[in-house]
């Protein structure tokens, strides 16, 4: 049962131009939600995180946009620079009985191509 | 990722033999997680720890696996008697308080490769 999914397994870019990465949850106890950028051989680094009780969250070139009636988040990069190619995923955490916020959900991830 | 110390970040191991894979948290934080993450698929949420206690083993496989974060040294997740579909990334992450809003941060990660 995948209960965070994308759907994308790629996204390819021009350098300049926007990129939007969209992630899709079944879960409705999910009220975290956190974008993860990862690079072959190393571990997952923190990009933005964005709660429940918000719809969008923006940290520099990343924002993320939470629409909580349609279970879908997205991650925008703008402007794309060709270091941002990475695999990024999405990831999400519910607080129930205790359980903890790093417990998290992760999507099979999105390949990110910028090209020059 | 600083902070989060994995070792070894390579370990090869022979059907049968054990495995042992070390985690130490960024200073600081003492709640620990380990995830999996096989070929092709996105990390998943294997077991919690606090010093000496586990608090959420549910993503454990039920044999040959098991974890400890003692009061003094690093977290420690051993899998005996290992298989080739054991290969995979193992990756630990720690997080300061189970409090909303926390960042939670991963390590660099340990590969094993079972042969």
């Known amino acids: 049962d995948q209960q965070v999914k994308q759907n994308s397994p790629s996204l390819s870019v021009q350098e300049g131009r926007i990129s939007i990465l969209n992630c899709d949850y079944t879960n409705s106890m999910f009220d975290y939600f956190l974008w993860y950028k990862k690079y072959p051989a190393e571990g997952p680094t923190f990009l933005i995180s964005?709660?429940?009780?918000?719809d969008k969250n923006e940290d520099g070139r990343f924002t993320v946009f939470l629409n909580k009636s349609a279970k879908h988040l997205s991650l925008h990069i703008v402007p794309s620079q060709p270091g941002d190619s990475a695999v990024y995923f999405c990831a999400a955490s519910a607080y129930v009985g205790g359980t903890s916020y790093g417990k998290l959900t992760f999507g099979q991830g999105t390949i990110l191509t910028v090209h020059p | 990722n600083a902070g989060v110390m994995q070792n070894p970040r390579h370990l090869v191991r022979r059907r049968g033999q054990e495995a042992r894979l070390r985690c130490s948290p960024m200073?600081?934080?003492?709640?620990v997680y380990w995830y999996r993450q096989l070929p092709e698929e996105g990390l998943k949420f294997m077991v919690y720890?606090?010093?000496?206690?586990?608090?959420?083993e549910s993503g454990m496989p039920k044999e040959r696996f098991s974890a400890e974060f003692p009061k003094e040294g690093p977290s420690i997740l051993r899998i005996q008697q290992v298989v080739r579909g054991d290969s995979a990334a193992y990756f630990c992450a720690s997080i300061r308080d189970n409090v909303s809003g926390n960042t939670i941060y991963f390590g660099e990660g340990s590969w094993l490769t079972v042969v």
């Open positions: 720890l606090q010093k000496e206690n586990i608090i959420d």
């Open positions: 200073k600081g934080h003492s709640h």
């Open positions: 964005i709660s429940s009780i918000k």
